[in-house]
């Protein structure tokens, strides 16, 4: 072997060497899920016992769809079942399986899902910062000389506000997914309270699933809520194909439990098992409450 010889070859083994740590480090691109669940108590008392989760079985059936501010395609590549074939699979852990058939089961599982929206600072919009110089400006007068004109048509920003107000009554906000709750819990740390308020900078990808008593809504047409569970991650730098699998995995071990506060779990992107990240939990809490209505 020459000496060209031997130089492409050492070239072609060290692009394979940073290729093959290339696709290590998108493997292991680590997904950070922020879980959020709620049940009530008497629930907990026939679901939680010493020789584990108590054998439930459940029928799914499509809640609302959060599409967002901005146009998502990856939202809409997988289909409702191939989201509840994931999310059927690993609530296994919780020993949840599907119902033989639609009109019997314990419990009839809502799925909502989709991304948040984040609503933009009206300050930033305006670009009312500190180096505007009628941003505090003590003279209302002079600060209508400068925008007064901005806004003629008060008719115009009334119907734009209607139509504002219906399209956000279809949108889910990132405090909706339990960060607000978890915002409000006495004796919140400086740390915790920080990163809380960075989650909800962004959009989040989400799944909620309400479970009710599905027993009773077929005997007596009443809706019983007996437990709520959000999860969800951020949507910079994802797409909603790898990261509903990903939301499935991580919430596996909290359907149908009442936290707390909240918990924080970390895997992969994608399907597969690459088991990657640590787990943590905050406490456990006897009563849930309903979600926000929408």
Do not use: C
Not at 242 to 252: E, I, Q, T, V
Request: hydrophobic residues 35%.
């Amino acid at each position: 072997m020459n000496t060209l010889e031997r130089i492409a070859l050492n070239i072609t083994a060290g692009l394979s060497v940073l290729s093959l740590a290339a696709a290590s480090v998108t493997a292991a691109k680590t997904a950070r899920v922020f879980v959020d669940s709620e049940a009530s108590v008497t629930y907990n008392e026939v679901k939680e016992s010493d020789e584990g989760a108590k054998y439930e079985t459940y029928v799914f059936i499509q809640g609302k769809f959060y599409p967002g501010s901005f146009k998502d395609k990856s939202l809409s590549i997988p289909s409702f079942d191939e989201v509840a074939s994931t999310l059927a699979e690993n609530m296994k852990q919780r020993n949840y399986y599907p119902s033989a058939t639609p009109e019997q089961g314990d419990l009839l599982v809502v799925v909502h899902y989709g991304v948040t929206s984040v609503q933009q600072d009206l300050g930033e919009l305006f670009m009312l910062d500190q180096s505007d110089p009628y941003a505090d400006q003590a003279d209302p007068e002079q600060f209508a000389e400068v925008y007064d004109d901005t806004f003629d048509d008060i008719q115009r920003v009334d119907d734009l506000a209607r139509v504002n107000s219906a399209a956000h009554a279809n949108s889910m906000n990132n405090s909706r997914l339990g960060m607000g709750r978890a915002l409000n819990k006495r004796h919140l740390t400086t740390t915790e309270e920080f990163d809380l308020r960075v989650e909800m900078e962004d959009e989040r990808y989400f799944i909620i699933l309400m479970a009710y008593d599905y027993s009773k809504l077929r005997q007596t047409k009443e809706k019983e809520l007996l437990w709520t569970t959000r999860f969800s991650l951020p949507a910079v730098g994802t797409n909603f194909v790898d990261a509903y699998p990903a939301l499935a995995r991580a919430a596996r071990n909290y359907y149908g439990t009442s936290l707390e506060e909240y918990a924080k779990s970390r895997t992969h992107f994608g399907t597969g098992s690459v088991d990657i990240g640590t787990l943590e939990t905050v406490g456990v809490e006897n009563e849930g409450e309903p979600p926000p209505e929408n």
